[in-house]
């Protein structure tokens, strides 16, 4: 069985007053594998976003289901929703999404915290995970000390450290520098190497050309996708270009 298995995913938003409503997902099926690393792409406004909502369980759909190691997420009661991102999911946005007034150690803390678990349990998966990411001597400076691809890792960190059997990434490189992104995306590769599964919504054709496998998304539906195989980086980045060349083009991809 699939890690994750999407299957019939529709969401519409009513309009208000009787407008038109907006169908941001059509009809979204597709599976990943336990230890893949995907990319999603799709232009602004093809669903990605309303997508990774939806699969973070941010988001309901308005129709079909998602299943997590064989949870429904759909039938997830609102109560209990935090508690499970919590305890499933990894998720690391564009903005970081730290806190200044934690230091990092704190902001990678957070979610254990909010499960109860205790000083020792959360010093010790840190004290594992920490240098791995090199932010072994960051961990007592706060965000506003430290550059933005520094609170990048620190919000892996946080991502990884409650052990998910998923990370959700957002856009991971769009608030860094070229040399930044190259450092994270090495990082994810290294941490996709060690098992962790990795679903990952970008527009960066750099980005998308680590990840194992690239789907497409347009209009709502998943159209294509890409696998990566035996290809190099280079490769795949150029397998991903070929594509967007010709989907700009509004050529065929049988």
């Given at each position: 069985?699939?890690?994750?298995?999407?299957?019939?995913?529709?969401?519409?938003?009513?309009?208000?007053?009787?407008?038109?409503?907006?169908?941001?997902?059509?009809?979204?099926?597709?599976?990943?594998?336990?230890?893949?690393?995907?990319?999603?792409?799709?232009?602004?406004?093809?669903?990605?976003?309303?997508?990774?909502?939806?699969?973070?369980?941010?988001?309901?759909?308005?129709?079909?289901?998602?299943?997590?190691?064989?949870?429904?997420?759909?039938?997830?009661?609102?109560?209990?929703?935090?508690?499970?991102?919590?305890?499933?999911?990894?998720?690391?946005?564009?903005?970081?999404?730290?806190?200044?007034?934690?230091?990092?150690?704190?902001?990678?803390?957070?979610?254990?915290?909010?499960?109860?678990?205790?000083?020792?349990?959360?010093k010790e998966r840190l004290d594992n995970l920490a240098p791995s990411l090199?932010?072994?001597?960051?961990?007592?400076?706060?965000?506003?000390?430290?550059?933005?691809?520094?609170?990048?890792?620190?919000?892996?960190?946080?991502?990884?450290?409650?052990?998910?059997?998923?990370?959700?990434?957002?856009?991971?490189?769009?608030?860094?520098?070229?040399?930044?992104?190259?450092?994270?995306?090495?990082?994810?590769?290294?941490?996709?190497?060690?098992?962790?599964?990795?679903?990952?919504?970008?527009?960066?054709?750099?980005?998308?050309?680590?990840?194992?496998?690239?789907?497409?998304?347009k209009d709502g539906i998943i159209f294509h996708q890409i696998y990566k195989?035996?290809?190099?980086?280079?490769?795949?980045?150029?397998?991903?270009?070929?594509?967007?060349?010709?989907?700009?083009?509004?050529?065929?991809?049988?």
């Amino acid at each position: 069985m699939s890690l994750l298995e999407v299957s019939g995913v529709k969401k519409t938003y009513k309009a208000r007053r009787g407008g038109n409503s907006v169908e941001a997902l059509k009809n979204v099926n597709f599976t990943v594998e336990k230890g893949e690393y995907v990319a999603i792409m799709g232009e602004s406004g093809s669903g990605k976003t309303t997508l990774l909502n939806i699969l973070a369980a941010l988001d309901k759909a308005t129709a079909g289901t998602v299943i997590l190691d064989g949870m429904n997420l759909t039938t997830i009661k609102d109560a209990a929703i935090a508690k499970f991102r919590r305890d499933n999911l990894g998720y690391v946005f564009q903005d970081f999404n730290l806190l200044d007034t934690f230091t990092l150690e704190d902001n990678i803390y957070l979610p254990l915290v909010l499960a109860g678990k205790k000083h020792a349990e959360m010093k010790e998966r840190l004290d594992n995970l920490a240098p791995s990411l090199g932010i072994t001597d960051l961990l007592k400076k706060y965000p506003y000390e430290v550059s933005g691809g520094q609170k990048q890792r620190a919000a892996i960190a946080r991502a990884l450290i409650t052990n998910p059997k998923i990370v959700l990434a957002d856009e991971p490189t769009g608030a860094l520098d070229s040399k930044s992104s190259d450092e994270l995306l090495g990082l994810f590769s290294k941490v996709n190497q060690m098992g962790q599964t990795i679903l990952m919504v970008t527009h960066s054709t750099k980005a998308a050309s680590h990840a194992s496998r690239v789907m497409f998304i347009k209009d709502g539906i998943i159209f294509h996708q890409i696998y990566k195989g035996n290809s190099t980086d280079t490769q795949m980045y150029q397998k991903i270009s070929d594509t967007l060349n010709l989907l700009a083009q509004g050529g065929d991809l049988k």
